[in-house]
């Protein structure tokens, strides 16, 4: 499908969302929001920066695409470059995104596939697919880079 | 408990919150964060009008909160008039809120204690007790007001 196809591309944009998080010394999380091929908005964690509790790469990429298309539902696939916490699962319920893309798992925290498999829950309003994978290594070692870096100061 | 003694009091303030939003054709649900004893932050849902899918009363509460406080960990308690549901429930795990007390429960969405059980799951990396009840009449009747108001359009 064409639209796989393009996940490889779309998750390289996600990625480099996380480089400038690693830039900004946040964790390095980064989103893309894609609709019928198009790019709608693209994000990066910044809850340090921004000092909101919420502000992932995946909520605030949700939150720029609702207001560019105008609509708090917005369907689409959304790239990031980690497997989504529970908060943002559930961001992605409330926008009614179609299908979810995530580079590598987090199992600590992850509620895609790791701790809860929150987009087959049936009992909620929305469900949607979960794909993981596209450059899952890069990303990988790009958090792994992140987090010794922080233990060595 | 002084602090348990004040939750109706707590509650009344979200439960205003949640008239604001009535007033302005959005699900009337309020929130309010209490930190030792005084209030930090309050917010009500606006999802229509900020056109923003995660701008429920509980996130825009602890944003407004993180804010105030020049800190993402927040603590406290977070008075709200419904349930929260995932993404909410996520949000207080990530603002490392000490305590939740919400009025009435949401049996179709609600995370903290009708589909899922959030605030107890000890693989996350934060729990938190959870109360209910205080003025969860009136927080219900007010939803339901809402409901009917739109059912009858």
Not at 126 to 143: I, M, N, S, T
Request: proline share 4%; glycine share 6%; aromatic share 4%.
């Amino acid at each position: 499908m064409a639209e796989d196809n393009d996940d490889p591309h779309w998750m390289r944009v996600a990625l480099a969302e996380a480089q400038s998080a690693m830039a900004e010394d946040e964790v390095p999380v980064g989103a893309v929001l894609v609709i019928d091929g198009r790019e709608v908005a693209r994000g990066h964690n910044r809850t340090i920066s921004r000092c909101d509790p919420s502000a992932h790469a995946e909520v605030l990429t949700l939150r720029s695409a609702a207001e560019a298309a105008e609509n708090h539902r917005l369907g689409g696939t959304l790239y990031v470059t980690l497997e989504p916490c529970l908060m943002c699962m559930g961001a992605l319920v409330q926008a009614r995104v179609e299908r979810l893309v995530f580079a590598t798992r987090d199992p600590k925290a992850g509620a895609a596939v790791s701790l809860y498999r929150i987009a087959e829950d049936d009992r909620l309003n929305h469900r949607f697919r979960v794909d993981e994978g596209p450059l899952a290594e890069e990303a990988a070692a790009l958090l792994r880079s992140f987090f010794e870096s922080r233990r060595g100061r």
